[in-house]
């Protein structure tokens, strides 16, 4: 017997949006409500910087509303790395090591963001390792794609 006038409760907003971001592809809803669970929310006005280049890196960043500028400080001023909006994710290096941050990161407008901590990934990894291990291996995908992508700009800067 199938109870159809039961309403199924609808998924909070992070959680679509969080069902749109590539680093939780392969998650079940299931899944991706325990990840949801262990995330925190973060407000930032624009001009704001989120984290600064240099300082140690604890935490992966989703971009639920507004946009961020990522850049990197050089000789001749800031070089833009990336301009990032809703449904991108930043700062994932800090899940995976201590290392200090490559860049920064700052609010080019009012921001919304959900925060993973590093903690929390690792308490994650020991208690559900089967969801610690699809988000290991997005983030094993994404840096590979992104050496790759940085080769080839190498290779082909070495041809001209």
Not at 21 to 35: C, D, H, M, Y
Request: hydrophobic content about 40%; overall charge negative.
């Amino acid at each position: 017997m199938t109870l159809t006038w039961i309403k199924q409760p609808q998924p909070s907003y992070r959680l679509l949006r969080l069902s749109g971001v590539s680093l939780f592809a392969t998650l079940s809803p299931r899944e991706l409500k325990i990840i949801d669970g262990m995330l925190h929310d973060r407000h930032y006005l624009a001009n704001e910087i989120i984290f600064d280049e240099g300082e140690e890196g604890q935490a992966l960043y989703i971009l639920l509303s507004g946009s961020v500028r990522i850049n990197r400080t050089r000789d001749h001023g800031n070089e833009v790395i990336a301009d990032l909006a809703a449904g991108d994710f930043f700062g994932d290096l800090a899940l995976l090591d201590n290392s200090p941050r490559s860049a920064q990161a700052r609010a080019a407008e009012n921001c919304e963001v959900a925060v993973f901590f590093r903690a929390d990934f690792s308490s994650l990894l020991e208690t559900n390792a089967v969801i610690g291990y699809k988000i290991s291996l997005e983030l094993a995908r994404l840096n590979s794609r992104r050496l790759r992508e940085s080769m080839a700009g190498i290779s082909r800067s070495e041809a001209l």
